[in-house]
């Protein structure tokens, strides 16, 4: 029997921080629709007996206290009791991640899942970006040294970004380049993604959500002082923003595409008018500064969406 249960696979809410968390914001708005909160780790997904289990806790979230949630029972639940399950585990994306869609994608018919784990497991953040290079500014994918040696210098500044991360972590800002580093990052990493840098990112980025397939609003990420990084978790700070008539029509295509991939949730971000590359489809987030800023709550548009 289906109850009017949430169920959301992520980080622990213990390291959350609920003043900007996209998850907690989701969570929060749905239980004030009287459905239950059940967080699990991904590490306590299994199938047992042919059936999805998960091993965690039913929560209730109040943003007026100074810990903002409460376990109030653990449990192991069958995931077809659930009306949703939210997956939002941050990257990377590593095999532990592409472990979990494949068992939650044993129940995709009968449990609605956001999002989609097939499409999760499809889209590549960054990767999924090939098809919109004539948007972007100049980038390449590799893990070969001779290629990266030649777009330095076409580019002569240059992002390092690894492929399968987020949240503006190990991204590198060359001003030439720099053998011994390059070597190491690729070691680490393989496939990493280089782009030529926009200066303008000093005046800040921009993260659109979309949400089934419409631009559902934006917000601009200024960098701190000195930092090049417009991530929220690196100290850049949020102002309100419209979109220009080109990064709308990027925007559209993109949400088309998503939407024709099953992808429900996702954000895109833009420097200068162009697409930077990553399209955050695992576990997208700025909804809760969205609302701080301007009291769009897109929390409420997203479960309107889904008829909750």
């Known amino acids: 029997m289906i109850s009017k249960i949430v169920a959301i696979q992520g980080n622990h809410p213990s390291k959350l921080d609920p003043v900007t968390d996209t998850s907690v914001f989701l969570a929060h708005e749905i239980q004030s629709k009287n459905y239950k909160i059940f967080y ?24 007026n206290k100074k810990k903002f949630f409460k376990i109030f029972k653990k449990k192991k639940l069958d995931l077809l009791k659930c009306k949703f399950i939210l997956i939002r585990q941050n990257p990377p994306f590593n095999l532990e991640y592409v ?28 990767l999924f970006s090939i098809k919109y290079l004539r948007y972007m500014p100049n980038t390449i994918f590799t893990q070969n040294i001779n290629e990266i040696k030649k777009f330095f210098k076409t580019n002569k500044k240059v992002i390092l970004k690894p492929i399968h991360s987020y949240s503006g972590n190990d991204i590198h800002l060359l001003n030439k380049f720099n053998l011994k580093l390059i070597k190491k990052f690729i070691k680490r990493h393989n496939y990493i ?3 030529k840098y926009l200066p303008r990112i000093i005046n800040g980025d921009k993260r659109v959500f979309l949400i089934n397939g419409k631009i559902s609003g934006a917000i601009s990420r200024v960098p701190k002082k ?32 998503l939407k024709k991939e099953q992808i429900f949730f996702a954000g895109i971000d833009f420097i200068d008018q ?8 695992t576990s997208p987030t700025g909804l809760k500064t969205l609302y701080d800023l301007s009291k769009i709550n897109l929390a409420r548009t997203f479960w309107k969406e889904l008829k909750a």
């Open 40 to 63: 699990y780790d991904p590490k306590d997904l299994s199938i047992i007996n042919s059936r999805v289990i998960a091993k965690g806790f039913f929560i209730r979230i109040d943003y």
């Open 99 to 126: 472990s979990t869609t494949y068992i939650l994608e044993t129940i995709k018919d009968k449990v609605k899942i956001i999002n989609n784990p097939t499409s999760i497991r499809n889209v590549s953040e960054k």
């Open 193 to 195: 993604m280089c782009q």
């Open 226 to 257: 000195g930092s090049f990084l417009s991530n929220i978790s690196k100290g850049a700070k949020a102002v309100n923003t419209q979109l220009t008539k080109l990064e709308k029509k990027i925007c559209k295509l993109i949400a088309k595409d």
């Open 274 to 281: 162009k697409l930077n590359g990553d399209i955050n489809v």
